[in-house]
Nanobody
Framework: QVQLVESGGGSVQAGGSLRLSCAAS????????MGWFRQAPGKEREFVAA????????HYADSVKGRFTISRDNAKNTVYLQMNSLKPEDTAEYYC??????????????????WGQGTQVTVSS
């Protein structure tokens, strides 16, 4: 079992920055591939970014590439999402997720076994 708790959401103006954190507990954090997804009202939950267990490899959705950075600190059992140059279209509920480390980088929702409760990000123009 893995428990995930996100924090760091809020309201910012376009062009601003936010840093999301996701604290994990349960099984060894390095056993988890981690990812961030987001869901806007009336839309499907979509992939944002993923990081494999060591932190050496990452992958991003095209819509956030160059603006968002995913990272992890295995000593602190935490994964982060640094979001810069935010746009109104980034407004959504953001969720972190944990999957099996053996999959490496995970972009598919169905391969994530555990999800946090979400944190709201609102970007105004």
């Amino acid at each position: 079992q893995v428990q995930l708790v996100e924090s760091g959401g809020g309201s910012v103006q376009a062009g601003g920055s936010l840093r999301l954190s996701c604290a994990a507990s349960g099984r060894s954090f390095s056993d988890n591939a981690m990812g961030w997804f987001r869901q806007a009202p009336g839309k499907e939950r979509e992939f944002v970014a993923a990081i494999e267990w060591s932190g050496r490899n990452t992958h991003y959705a095209d819509s956030v590439k160059g603006r968002f950075t995913i990272s992890r600190d295995n000593a602190k059992n935490t994964v982060y999402l640094q979001m810069n140059s935010l746009k109104p279209e980034d407004t959504a509920e953001y969720y972190c997720a944990a999957g099996e480390a053996r999959y490496g980088i995970i972009t598919l929702r169905r391969l994530y076994n555990y999800w946090g409760q979400g944190t709201q990000v609102t970007v105004s123009s």
